[in-house]
């Protein structure tokens, strides 16, 4: 059951309460060079990103907000290190949210500026605790980097917006080892009732990240803790928004897209499984609907597969029986499989 928590908005898409777990990345463009930065969002969205970040670090960063949201269908959101004027800027030029550590900015004037004007146009602002960058006074206070000294860094900066009557806020307590991720933000969601933004920090390259990701993250969603996600690979965005959306139809917390169930083969297996596959995942990408594919090796253990998914293959010697909606609809050779495939998931989806 997912945990109960405040709703804040990032544009028009709701994050927290019983709102659908959103998907997020972030570009690695220069953000002002505005062409190749709304080349990567186009494919971000096409992927199926709900919401966008942004580095802001400089002038022509937050100017270029402007331009890039006039283009893209999701919102945007500025991060912003150290200086609260590049926060001011991006308000200005009409960013969704901001992600900036009110403890860093400098005297509580500029935090009430900040504050200010994000009041005047209802945009949140995620508080993020990285374990890298928890204060030295929390380090010493509970012996290093643990999950207090990451809870209690992150309770400070949410203090300071709380003090100022700001609520709208969404909170990350990520770190590149899982454990200590699930452990903070599971204390957290005891504490405060405020969206998460789940995430393993620095989770390294595509398919080691994915795994930490998936470990970390999945663990969390599976106790209902978790409002957006982003997953932090060395890799293309895209690769990020593929995962997230995999780790969410995983726990069964987005019906879209395409799902394969297929085999891992053994000694029974009589067709190219593997390389069937692989092509079928290619072929059927761009599902628009939500659809499960089996495809399994055998006739043994395949039909019962076969039989659940929407669209099903149970492996032969040379031939498959194809399923339809649990029901068996024809036999086809090897070397036919995936046409018939595509012809069998077009009755179903638009491809
Ligand atoms: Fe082997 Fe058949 Fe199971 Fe595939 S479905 S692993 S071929 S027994």
Known sequence: MKRKTRVIKLGEVPIGGDNPITIQSMTNTITADTDSTIAQIKDLEAAGCDIVRVAVANIDDAQAIKDIKAQINIPI?????????????????GVDGLR???????????????????????????????SGSIKQEYLEKY???????????????????????????????????????????TMMAEMRNYPLHLGITEAGPAWRGTIKSAVGI????????????????????????????????????????????????????????????????????NIKGHMKVAIMGCPVNGPGEAREADIGIAGGNGKVIFFSKGQIVKRVREED???ELIKEVKKIDNL
Not at 161 to 166: G, I, S, V
Request: hydrophobic share 40%.
């Open 77 to 93: 959101i500025a991060d912003i290190q150290y200086n609260y004027r590049l926060a001011l800027e991006s308000i200005k030029y």
């Open 100 to 130: 900036i550590n009110p403890g860093n900015i400098g005297s509580l004037t500029r935090v009430k500026e900040i504050v200010k004007s994000c009041k005047e146009r209802s945009i949140p602002i995620r508080i993020g605790v990285n």
């Open 143 to 185: 012996n290093g980097v643990n999950a207090k000294s990451m809870v209690y860094s992150a309770l400070e900066q949410i203090k300071l917006l709380e003090e100022l009557d700001f609520y709208d806020i969404k909170i990350s307590l990520k770190a590149s080892d899982v454990p200590l991720t699930i452990e903070s933000y």
């Open 218 to 285: 999945g663990s969390l969603l599976s106790k209902g803790i978790g409002d957006t996600i982003r997953i932090s690979l060395t890799a293309d965005p895209v690769e990020e928004i593929k995962v997230g959306r995999e780790i969410l139809k995983s726990l069964g917390l987005l019906n879209q897209g395409l799902e394969i169930i297929s085999c891992p083969t053994c000694g029974r297996t009589r067709i190219n499984l593997m390389e069937i596959v692989e092509e079928a995942e290619k072929r059927l990408e």
């Open 337 to 339: 499989i995936l046409d």
